[in-house]
Structures are given as C-alpha cells and as structure tokens.
Antibody, heavy 119, light 107 residues
C-alpha cells in the first residue's frame, strides 16, 4: 500500500525550531517530486515547498523562504521539513504529499498530517 | 502568481440533487487544474486532474469540466458522504502551486 506518515509536530515557542518527517512506503520517493502543504486552523490549503527527486530543484512559498528547508533521505525513503524562526502564523497542520508526475503535477498521495503550534 | 477563486463559499443541497461548484483562475491555466475533496477531520483526496480526468476509485457522479480560466466540478446526484470541502488547484504555472479557497458542500 502506498502511504505517507508524518511525524515531528508539536508545540514550539515563537522563534523556535522544529523538524517534520514524512516516511514513505509502497513507493520510492527518489522517483517522485514531493511537496509540503499546510492548513492553518479553519483555513484552506497552502503550498509550502516542493523538491525534485535527488534534490537538485527546491521551491518555497515566499513566506517561508530562508526559514524552512525541504530535504530527503533516500536510504530512509523519507522527506523532511526543517523549520526555524517559527512564527505564530506558521501554526497549521502540515501535510506531505506525493506529486503524481511532472507533466501531471497533482498531489495523488497525502499523509495524515502533523500539527505544528507556535505559541 | 495565479490566483484561484472558488464559488460559492458554501453550497447546501439535498440527497439526489445536482451540485455545481465553480473555480476561476486569474489567468489561463489551460487544463492544468485539479480538484480535491477534504471531509471533516480527514486528509485531502485527489478527485480530478487535467480538469476532467477522475482519479482511480472516484465515483462517476463526480465530473470536471472547463479550460482556460473557468472550471466546474459537478456532483450529479448528491450523497450524504459527499459532505466536504472541495478545493481546486492549478499546476500550469508554478511556483507557487496555488489552491482556491474552497467550497463547503453541506447535504
């Protein structure tokens, strides 16, 4: 079964750091673009970051540039989001998601989400 | 940045009724448009890609149409399990990938 499982969420003070992990099973992340999407409480979906397999292309939403870093560990088949200088407005559920294909850049597999609270 | 606008914000319907959800892009996205369903307390689920192609396992009562800047998600006969928020997302021009604000469907 194709699955993504996030971990690492929690409560952190403003200015603090947190690292989210996303363990993939049933497929190899080194063959897919991967992405992070967040959802603030009661709000809609917001794309945060994505990266090409092997990490040679990475993109971020402007509001997190310089503070968040997306990375992967192919040996562990896992995706990560390192977050520093956290702000109250970063409070959200963070989902990792698989991109179907570069020519069909839709998110076809989602994790259950990791809750990050900055307070 | 391409801005996606969805309407209405909330749609109420009865079982068996037809529901029409709209999504408008601030510039043409060709057919690079996806729809997602998010039920209360659940993870988003891909419904439609390429504006009109249903994802595997999506019931036939869900259909997508449109191209350019105007798109529609139609639920031909509402079921109780269709209560959810529906989001559109463009992937024509990124970064950033952009989502609409969502339409909440109440049955």
């Amino acid at each position: 079964e194709v699955q993504l499982v996030e971990s690492g969420g929690g409560l952190v003070q403003p200015g603090g750091s947190l690292r989210l992990s996303c363990a993939a099973s049933g497929f190899d992340i080194s063959t897919h673009w991967m992405t992070w999407v967040r959802q603030a409480p009661g709000k809609g979906l917001e794309w945060v970051a994505n990266m090409r397999y092997h990490g040679n292309e990475k993109y971020y939403v402007d509001s997190v540039k310089g503070r968040f870093t997306i990375s992967e560990d192919n040996a562990k088949n896992s995706l990560y989001l390192q977050m520093v200088s956290l702000r109250a407005e970063d409070t959200a559920v963070y989902y990792c998601a698989r991109v179907n294909d570069y020519s069909n850049y839709v998110l076809d597999v989602w994790g259950q989400g990791a809750t990050v609270t900055v307070s | 940045e391409i801005v996606m606008t969805q309407s209405p914000a909330t749609l109420s319907g009865s079982p068996g009724e037809r529901a029409t959800l709209s999504c408008r892009a601030s510039q043409s996205v060709s057919s690079k448009l996806a729809w997602y369903q998010q039920k209360p307390g659940q993870t988003p689920r891909l419904l439609i890609s390429g504006a009109s192609t249903r994802a595997p396992g999506v019931p036939a009562r869900f259909s997508g149409s449109g191209s350019g800047t105007e798109f529609t998600l139609t639920i031909s006969s509402l079921q109780s399990e269709d209560s959810a928020v529906y989001y559109c997302q463009q992937y024509y021009d990124w970064p950033p990938l952009t989502f609409g604000g969502g339409t909440k469907v109440e049955i």
